[in-house]
């Protein structure tokens, strides 16, 4: 494995490693162990190590004494934007990239470090030459033995993509406490196991009437009757199976509210569900329009058949007059056509006139009598036919028959 391709835990490791190697090598050239040519070996062994460590791994390393830099890893260019010979020349210049907002509690960190030996662990921001700003953990300590000049090891890592993340989840946290307090419903999230809740939203307590306290609590506040088809529906959120029903719960008060629950399961990379994510919604309001529209839609059905009965008997008491009806006109025409057949059989001559002893109608005997064709007859006065004084004298009350 290459030294770059090492996880950021293995190359602290490797550091402490260092450092004791570092303690037992400076102990046995201070003791006096080794000869003179071991010792150069030893310290050309340690410096190998400790530059090809440094120059393959993508954090900044530093060795320093009390009075100069003894080295600094390339990465320092990488991440900072500066040259490496600019610390060398004068090893407290990487403060002047330091974020003035940052620059006093990192200088009191580094005074307690070199003042007191205290181990050094700041994060902060760095300002490059273009302007971006980086985020930094730096951690050092002191690496010498007694008796040696102090020495100081540390590390600096690039965690700007860390505190981005950071800064977003923030922000979702805080946008996602926006909306959950914000919404009338509430969303929740658990277990696949619903007795394992593990967020439940600030609506809970205003649709609810009380506070959320637990998982056996809650479940008794679901109406008895729904109760049992309540567990069942959430049984199945562990096989990764969404839900949308709808239930009834008891507040303190004694009131009753519908609740509308839609669930949905929440995966891991691999598939399995961890989590159960939902919305419980009052549909109180909704459940009670519904009842009255039924009540509507009931009443409206009774009204339309009371109408429909009201027509249908109308209908078979208009048919019954004209069935009827039809008969009165038949018996009128039968005895109408039988007057008729009298009227022109007969072997007198009959005639009918109005008022104004005008001819309405003749039978064929009266025409035969008088000499007069029927349509020379019928609209015409008796005076204009016959003269006699009968002709001349009104009749009273309406038609005459002669």
């Known amino acids: 494995m290459r030294d770059r391709d090492k996880t950021k835990e293995q190359l602290i490791e490797e550091l402490s490693t260092l450092r004791q190697r570092i303690a037992e090598l400076e102990g046995e050239i201070h003791a006096g162990h080794k000869a003179g040519i071991q010792k150069e070996r030893a310290i050309e062994e340690y410096d190998q190590f400790f530059r090809e460590l440094a120059e393959n791994i993508h954090l900044i390393v530093w060795l320093r004494s009390q009075s100069r830099l003894i080295y600094i ?8 934007g500066r040259s ?25 960190a580094v005074n307690l470090e070199r003042n ?15 302007g971006t700003i980086r985020w930094v953990l730096a951690r050092s300590a002191p690496v010498s033995g007694k008796g040696q000049e102090l020495r100081i090891a540390g590390i600096v890592e690039d965690i700007t993509d860390c505190k981005s993340a950071e800064q977003s989840f923030r922000e979702n946290q805080t946008n996602f406490h926006l909306v959950t307090e914000a919404i009338e419903d509430v969303f929740w999230i658990s277990k696949p196991d619903i007795k394992d809740m593990l967020y ?16 056996e609590l809650f479940i008794e506040t679901i109406h008895p009757e729904d109760r049992e088809r309540f567990l069942a529906e959430v049984k199945k959120h562990a096989k990764g199976i969404s839900s949308n029903f709808e239930y009834r719960i008891m507040r303190p008060d004694g009131s009753i509210r519908w609740i509308q ?10 598939g399995q569900v961890v989590k159960v994510a939902g919305i419980a919604s009052d ?17 409206l059905e009774e009204l339309v058949k009371e109408r429909t009965d009201r027509l249908i008997k109308t209908n078979e008491h208009l048919q019954t007059e ?35 002893r005008t001819f309405l109608r003749v039978n064929h005997a009266f025409c035969t009598l008088t000499g007069f064709d029927r349509d020379e007859l019928i ?24």
């Open 261 to 270: 629950n839609r669930a949905f399961p929440v995966r891991d990379k691999d």
């Open 283 to 299: 549909i109180t309001g909704r459940k009670q329009a519904e009842e009255e529209l039924k009540k509507y839609r009931c009443q």
């Open 116 to 130: 007191q030996g205290k181990p050094f662990r700041e994060e902060y921001r760095i300002i490059r030459p273009d």
């Open 200 to 215: 439940v939203g600030p609506a809970y307590e205003n649709i609810w009437g009380r506070s959320y306290q637990s998982p």
């Open 84 to 108: 490496c010979q600019s610390l060398y020349e004068d090893p407290d210049s990487f403060l002047e990239s330091v974020h003035p907002e940052d620059r006093e509690r990192v200088m009191e």
């Open 73 to 80: 890893s390339p990465a320092y260019e990488e991440l900072t």
């Open 379 to 402: 609209g015409s006065r008796c005076s204009d036919i016959f003269h006699c004084p009968f002709c001349d004298t009104p009749i009273q009350n309406g038609i005459h028959f002669a």
């Open 322 to 356: 004209i069935i009827e009806r039809y008969r009165a006109e038949d018996a009128s025409r039968l005895a109408y056509a039988e007057l008729n057949q009298i009227f022109e059989g007969a072997a007198e001559g009959i005639c009918i006139i109005d008022h104004n």
